[in-house]
């Protein structure tokens, strides 16, 4: 298969896993307690309001046509009515999406700054104390609990220091930016372990590589080396875990932002749960599904742009 | 000897140079650490875990507190040492289910192939690409929050990692010598599956147990401090630094500790796992 074959096919294998997300999410709503429209309308609803509403979700019909009204709803962006807010759940959940898209591009710049310098640390002279330290970051990062180390950050800059907000979100970009540092820092902390490892290990992998050998061998320094030819062949494999890395990120901003107190969607699934709101817990799993697949699949997309070599 | 080793220099190359067992045995006593407090630790304390004495609320840690009391006047240490109980049990109810079920599906399918292996390779597909954490709130939130909740979503979830992971090595260990010739000698298909292929392919989902442990500690205490998992006024570090979070400025020691807790509890699994994924000869 050619590359432009692939760049038509790969949206074709999208579409099992799209049909996947909206079962799984169909599904998450027919295990609920109780019935979706009485809980929808409240206790006070006549049996007539209930029957039309009913109707109107498709909820008489068979289980299997219900899925289809479904899906039809889901593409025509109607995810149904939040009871808590009020209002229909599209427009709950898109006045949450840009605080949490800021968020997640915010952490992942910082996670990718963090990766890179300490790879690079790490890679330069392997088994050092440098290596060794963000080894022992690498081992003890991925069992600092978020939701705690956001508090210590809160603790120590905001409390102690006073050099960045408690919570919030901001209006103009620089303010919005210093709003979600620490949330964006906190994020980056748990997402730079899984990188750096893969990341120091194929630059260490390619260091000893016959190219890099050859380009030591014929004069060249061992930073031109390093930097020129090593570097730039192992962002792949690094590149190709981001699509995983996302869908820990928003992972992370599900905690992140009930801490600081970001009003992004994170935050508004929480208190989702906690009020019962399923359509809404409904709605965030499915956007948050779905930003998850676009991910990956841009990323697969971007790394058979990058990588000539990759067999389709 | 497990046939990964003839498969090929797997964990040589772009490995950490390190004393192989130290990490393992390290991991190890911060674990059975927390395993004896857990289970001694309360015999040790005088106070009570719940119950609320204003009298005594937001001590500074000293002789009679050593870890300072919270809003409700409840000792620190002991609240601590209760929980390390729950978020133990967490690690191993949390692991236990989808190890076993994994394991099996994965074996399974590995083995026998067909449309049973293309529908498990669909839900995987369809399992990742939900967020984790995304995916086991929202079915705690259908069950309703507590910590039955989170093991069968935990369950309805993570088995198939553990599917995955053996699967792939079965699905090349099926073509080995060994088993053609288990095959070959008349052993059954059943036997050949617990017997052979197995435990030479265990390996990697065993090392996997133990950093799964770390995100299912995290994950648990990270549901517990949002609400939607163990319910106060039960001892779970979670719980413990949600209570916290008010009195960051005033009383720094009732969020500070349980956060040390959970941080030390992961990185000994952690270590486990990085010790034991040398040990095994599996890539990190």
Known sequence: MDRFAFVLRRPLQLVPVLIGISLVTFILVQLMPGDPVRVMLGPRASEEAIRIVRARYGLDQPILLQYGYYIVNVLRADFGRSLAFRAPVIDVILARLVPTVCLLVYGLVLSVAFTVALSIAAARRPGAWVDQTVRLFCVAGLGLPSFWLGLMLIMLFSLRLKLFPVSGFGDSLPDVLWHLFLPALTIAIAVTPILTRNLRATLVTQSAADYAVAGRSKGLSENYVFFRHVFPNSLLPTISLLGIVVSFLIGGTVVVETVFNVPGMGQLMVRAVLLRDYFIVQGVTLFFAVGVVLTSFVVDIVTVALDPRVKL | ?284
């Open chain 2, 1 to 284: 000897m497990s046939v990964g080793s003839e498969a090929g220099p797997r964990a040589a190359v772009g490995s950490w140079r390190l004393r192989l067992p130290a990490t393992l045995l390290v991991g190890a006593a911060i674990v059975v650490t927390w395993l004896l407090i857990a289970m001694l630790g309360p015999a040790f304390v005088a106070h009570d875990p719940i119950a609320v004495d204003l009298a005594h609320a937001l001590l500074r840690p000293s002789a009679d507190h050593l870890l300072g009391t919270d809003s409700y006047g409840r000792d620190v240490l002991t609240r601590l040492m209760y929980g390390a109980r729950t978020d133990l049990q967490m690690a191993f109810f949390g692991v236990a289910g989808p190890f076993v079920i994994g394991t099996i599906v994965g074996l399974l399918a590995g083995n026998f192939g067909g449309i049973p292996d293309a529908v498990l390779m669909r839900i995987l597909d369809v399992t990742v690409s939900f967020p984790y954490f995304v995916l086991v709130i929202a079915i705690v939130a259908v069950l309703e929050p507590g910590l039955t909740s989170y093991y069968i979503s935990l369950t309805l979830v993570n088995w198939v990692s553990y599917a995955r992971l053996v699967r792939s090595e079965v699905i090349v260990l099926r073509q080995a010598d060994f088993v053609l010739a288990a095959h070959t000698i008349g052993i059954g298909e059943i036997r050949v599956m617990s017997h052979h292929l197995l435990p030479n392919a265990i390996s990697p989902s065993v090392v996997f147990v133990f950093t799964d442990a770390v995100l299912t500690i995290v994950l648990g205490s990270s549901l517990g401090f949002l609400g939607l998992g163990v319910q106060p006024p039960a001892a779970e570090w979670g719980v413990m630094i949600a209570e916290g979070q008010l009195y960051l400025a005033t009383a720094w020691w009732i969020a500070v500790f349980p956060g040390i807790a959970i941080s030390l509890l992961a990185l000994g699994f952690s270590l486990v796992a990085d010790g034991l994924a040398k040990l095994l000869h599996t890539a990190p």
